[in-house]
């Protein structure tokens, strides 16, 4: 009888794993090793980044497991913790002189060093200002006794409050990709979580004209923002040799050409793998994309495209099921940080958008970036686990 009921609550543990989201990470795990495998034939690099992808991969999955086994609950009683950790690490990276544990890594202080591996800590941030605007939304919403626009209006300052510092301490590394990320997550964010059209719309409609504002000034009028804003010409080169990469062939836009020639040299089917030809600069991190394209062709890239849109539509269909608010914020906050990582970083290796340095989710080679994503997942499997899959073992 004992033996029995052992043998169904290990069915029922078995059951309460998302086997489905792990299938897809390990796909694309599987994507990614080969992908950076085969950019290490080109011969820039003296490191086997294939390998160090796979140890990176391993520890993700430690990373994922052990916090599924973490109460959903548990993790959202953390949230205002984690908030304080996360800024206070960004805070101390750029408080803390230059030194072989924050060194300066291309023109930037954004990472800490620790030999062997380094840590991006703006990576991790990401999600934990995913769960701390989840956490905002759903505590708002739980306590609001009116459905006013003055509510509403208290709820769009809570999180545009618990955004600033943390987006002014990332800007302030330099690291424009990562707040516009965090942009992006705010605007979706806000988008459900229940405020009035009547402040979206002019919060939306204010930020799309200085946006516009700002590619017009580029344009046509730098020397204003220069004079203004304090940005150098130098920065300004990334829009120019994006709209015109052919102009900067030899220098800022040689990237981009190299990665149009990529791509479309490909075809349907690709070159075979390793057998790219086209030198692209750091090919295994930020321009992953293009080796894909080059060896796999139109087909390859599809497939990917499709693994990364199973994903998502996962992910969508886990925040229609979730009854808990908490976790439909944060399952919707971490599908617009996959969209917009997505679309920049296949975009960028195409002409679509300018270059921003953002990596492609689950592939592109590196180790905060992979790990701050398998602590996404982590959390998503614990959601699963705890909440989603029925109720609790006794």
């Known amino acids: 009888m004992s033996n029995n009921k052992y043998q169904r609550q290990n069915i029922n543990i078995f059951a309460r794993v998302d086997w489905i989201l792990i299938i897809l990470i390990l796909l694309l795990a599987t994507v990614s090793v080969i992908a950076i495998h085969s950019a290490m ?18 520890l993700g999955f430690v990373i994922a497991l052990g916090l599924m086994c973490i109460p959903f609950k548990l993790i959202k009683s953390y949230t205002w913790i984690l908030y304080t950790v996360g800024v206070l690490s960004l805070l101390i990276l750029y408080i803390a002189p230059v030194s072989s544990i924050t060194p300066i890594i291309n023109g930037a202080k954004s990472w800490y ?47 545009i409050l618990v955004s600033v510092l943390p987006m002014i301490l990332i800007l302030l590394q330099n690291d424009m990709g990562t707040v516009l990320v965090m942009i992006a997550i705010f605007l979706g964010l806000v988008i459900v979580s229940g405020i009035s059209w009547w402040l979206i719309i002019p919060t939306f409609t204010v930020a799309a004209t200085t946006g516009i504002a700002l ?17 150098h010409p130098y920065q300004f080169e990334r829009i120019y040799s994006w709209l015109t990469p052919e102009a900067f062939q030899s220098d800022s836009g040689f990237q981009l050409t190299n ?80 969209v917009f990582h997505i679309f920049q970083n296949i975009g960028m290796t195409i002409q679509l958008v300018p270059i921003t340095g953002l990596p492609l989710p689950f592939i592109s080679y590196g180790g905060s970036g992979l790990w701050s994503n398998m602590v996404a997942v982590g959390v998503l499997l614990s959601m699963y686990f705890h909440h989603l899959s029925g109720p609790k073992l006794k």
Do not use: C, W
């Not at 820039?44 to 980044?49: A, P, S, V």
């Open 41 to 58: 034939t080109s011969g820039q690099y003296g490191t086997d980044f294939g390998t160090r992808q796979i140890m990176f991969y391993a």
């Open 113 to 159: 060093q620790f030999g062997f591996f380094s840590i991006q800590p703006s990576e991790f941030v990401k999600i934990i200002y995913i769960l701390t605007m989840a956490y905002v939304i759903s505590q708002h919403n739980k306590y609001k006794l009116t459905d006013t626009l003055a509510m509403d209006l208290r709820l769009l300052l809570k999180l």
């Open 215 to 231: 590619i017009l000034g580029i344009l046509y009028r730098p020397d204003i923002l220069e004079k203004y804003l304090g940005i």
């Open 259 to 338: 990665s149009l020639i990529a791509i479309g040299s490909g075809g349907i089917t690709g070159k075979g793998y390793t057998d790219g030809i086209i030198y692209i600069p750091e090919n295994h991190t930020d321009f992953i994309f293009t080796i894909i394209g080059e060896e796999f062709g139109f087909i390859g890239s599809t497939i990917v495209i499709l693994i990364l849109f199973m994903l998502i539509m996962h992910l969508i269909r886990m925040a229609f099921q979730a009854t808990d608010s908490f976790a439909s914020y944060f399952i919707i906050g971490y599908i617009a940080l996959l």
